[in-house]
């Protein structure tokens, strides 16, 4: 079949270049003509395991193409998939909609013939009604554009596994046209047994963001815990393993630490809450509001926990940060929790030093205040305070013995309680982690379990410190 993918970000170009891997003809579509460029040379313009050897074949095989054009977009394709993003609106925590608007009014136009335009961008319900009248007014005359809603569920890190064999596949169709369309498309997947759940476009719409507002749940929920396990002297680990072995709830994402980032859960979480506020319904998920302020915590606590390590002041103590990006296995730093605790240290006096394996550029250019290297041994050179931010696997293989070689203190801060803090501990290390009993050596109060909040109030009103959740919206909420 004859394809377009609108938008090659992370969604995007590995949807295109995996779409024309199982043996469709792409055309991937950008107006970032530097983008454009770079995946027309078969560099990927971000990390993305496995997406160059895909990208590479999908090129080779002549399948897929690049173009910066909607009208040769419109020209080219029998379906239409739209991978624009739709970020936070400034001043506000609604989906700004622009982007994918825009598509919509630079290709309808230029229809030569009906065609399937899908949505697989995370986008508020009653999107595809509202576009479906949008199209209307748009579309040549005797050309039937029909939307379609098929929301994405990738993993940054896991993009190239995910979209190859997904676990599910979600339709959002209005006609048994749409629907034996979009099985075409992927006839592999189903015929590999991949489930295929046919619904209205509603129903589509809100199953993305429904995970997502789960997940967030799940996650916030056992750094709750970590919270009441500081205040109480208990072990947030032996408790999310203890609910782990339960069935109902099950043990992933009960991994307490920094909390989620990225450029999806946590705008997606609010999106829904003011699109909530729109139907009239904001009390039904009002919960979402906590989720995010417990999430937003997380990251205070984390610089509370450090300065308290410090004795107090981080002025002028070298502290270095390992991690950059927002998860592991990806190079994007948007809404990075490891960057804002960085950043929150900075502002504080302390000289922060930042390392990650893959996206020190990206840090660079966010943060450029920041010192960012990929070499390890050169980030923890002198360091006071280590503080482990980003849960990348070779953090876990480093030997705790050599690094305290180079570090002027040996204390270490698990943010994402992803290390072995015995062997750290038996290296010499005093080790930290919000939700764990303090490691030997620290402050009887701490040892005690004492709990953050004296530390954490004075930085409550830190410029940047949280989104527009803390601002935006009244307090009492449930």
């Known amino acids: 079949m004859q394809l377009t993918v609108i938008g ?251 909390g989620f980032g990225g450029g999806c859960l946590p705008k997606d979480i609010r999106a829904f809450t003011a699109r909530a506020e729109e139907l009239g319904v904001g009390p039904a998920i009002a919960f979402l509001h906590q989720v995010d302020e417990i999430n937003e915590r997380q990251r205070t606590r984390t610089v509370a926990l450090a300065r308290q390590m410090a004795g107090g002041d981080l002025t002028g103590r070298r502290v270095a940060v390992l991690g950059a990006t927002f998860k592991p296995d990806s190079d994007d730093v948007r809404d990075s929790p490891a960057l804002a605790v960085a950043m929150s240290l900075h502002r504080q006096g302390a000289d922060v030093r930042v390392h990650d394996p893959e996206g020190t550029a990206n840090a660079r250019l966010a943060h450029p205040e920041l010192r960012c290297s990929s070499d390890l041994l050169t980030v923890c050179q002198g360091a006071e305070i280590v503080l482990h931010l980003t849960e990348w696997g070779q953090y876990r293989e480093v030997d705790p013995v050599k690094l305290a070689r180079v570090v002027r203190r040996p204390v270490l801060i698990d943010g994402r309680n992803a290390l072995s803090h015995d062997t750290w501990r038996a290296a010499g290390w005093t080790v930290k982690a919000l939700g764990r009993p303090a490691s030997p050596g620290l402050p009887s109060a701490a040892r005690a379990g004492e709990p953050l909040r004296a530390l954490i109030a004075p930085m409550a009103a830190e410029p940047g410190r949280t989104a527009a959740m803390a601002a935006a919206l009244p307090t009492g909420r449930g």
């Open 8 to 258: 090659t970000g992370y969604l995007g170009a590995v949807h295109a270049a995996c779409m024309a891997d199982i043996g469709h003809d792409v055309l991937g579509v950008d107006v970032d003509s530097e983008k454009i460029t770079a995946l027309i040379e078969g560099r990927p313009p971000f990390y993305e395991p496995g997406f160059d050897d895909v990208l590479t074949r999908a090129l080779a095989s002549g399948r897929l193409r690049f173009t910066t054009s909607l009208r040769e977009a419109a020209a080219h394709g029998e379906v239409h998939f739209i991978c624009v993003g739709t970020p936070q609106q400034a001043g506000s925590l609604a989906a700004d909609m622009r982007y994918v608007d825009a598509v919509v009014d630079g290709l309808v136009p230029h229809l030569p013939a009906s065609c399937l335009l899908v949505g697989k961008s995370t986008v508020p319900v009653g999107t595809t009604a509202r576009l479906t009248s949008r199209i209307a007014d748009l579309a040549p005359e005797g050309v039937r554009a029909e939307v379609a809603w098929n929301p994405e569920f990738l993993r940054e890190g896991f993009a190239v596994e995910d979209t190859l064999r997904p676990d599910r596949l979600v339709a959002g169709i209005t006609s048994r046209e749409a629907d034996e369309t979009l099985r075409r498309v992927y006839a592999p997947m189903l015929e590999a047994g991949v489930p295929y759940i046919s619904t209205d476009p509603s129903t589509a719409e809100l199953v993305k963001v429904a995970a997502n507002s789960f997940l967030a749940t799940k996650i916030s929920f056992i750094n709750a815990m970590a919270e009441v396990c500081d205040a109480a002297g208990a072990d947030v680990a032996t408790l999310a393993d203890a609910l782990g072995h339960d069935t109902r709830i099950g043990r992933r994402f009960l991994n307490a630490g920094l």
